[in-house]
């Protein structure tokens, strides 16, 4: 989708009241062969409006963006290697995610991933995602992620982008909520564009028409 990142940003200002603490966004740029070739990560402590300036919403172009607000925690302000979106490179290549929700695994997953070594950058629960992901035998990365989120327990709400593929999981018992919009006309050369929320206030502000919502234990992408 064209300025992909100009409509997560009004997604996320509709989602302000999820969280003020800090606020993520990730965009990925394409070349002429239609390959993801750059993606670019900003955040930052404060409101949407103070964490995004204009030239940063220049500099994130793209057709396709991901963005997430924090809410505050206890303790004090969070560090920001804690803020999502996270964006890592591993063997298949790049890959952003953005999570809503807790896992109640989280301690023994952290604990088997310490245990074998694995380097984390932060206490968020989102990024053993990304460990799941990148410990997976799964020879695709769709089966990647789909064997991740079967090892996954909890109430969760998960948004990924791949140099690929964009896709949105919801856990089994849908606890976390998540539903899809579509941006009539706004997609690239005319076509339709889609995007995925925790609610339909952010829809709303990004002009776009509610579908549905994502099923519960369902994978789209």
Do not use: W
């Not at 204009?54 to 963005?67: F, Q, S, V």
């Amino acid at each position: 989708m064209e300025q992909a990142a100009d409509t997560t940003y009004y997604g996320m200002v509709g989602l302000q009241h999820r969280g003020q603490e800090g606020a993520g966004l990730v965009s990925v740029a394409h070349n002429k062969a239609g390959v993801a070739c750059d993606f670019k990560l900003h955040r930052g402590h404060g409101l949407v409006t103070d964490v995004f300036k204009a030239e940063d919403m220049k500099d994130l172009g793209g057709i396709h963006a991901i963005g997430h607000t924090r809410y505050s925690t206890a303790g004090g302000k969070s560090q920001i290697e804690g803020f999502q979106p996270f964006c890592v490179k591993y063997r298949m290549g790049n890959i952003a995610l953005a999570h809503n929700g807790n896992l109640s695994n989280a301690p023994e997953l952290r604990s088997f991933f310490e245990n074998q070594g694995v380097l984390t950058q932060s206490t968020v629960d989102s990024e053993l995602f990304l460990h799941l992901i990148s410990h997976s035998k799964r020879q695709s990365q769709v089966d990647q992620i789909f064997d991740a989120m079967t090892q996954a327990e909890g109430a969760f709400s998960v948004i990924i982008i791949t140099e690929k593929f964009m896709c949105a999981v919801r856990d089994p018992n849908g606890f976390r909520p998540l539903c899809i919009g579509r941006l009539k006309g706004r997609g690239l050369n005319g076509t339709d564009g889609y995007c995925v929320a925790s609610e339909t206030c952010a829809l709303d502000l990004c002009k776009a028409e509610y579908v549905r919502d994502v099923l519960p234990g369902l994978m789209c992408c």
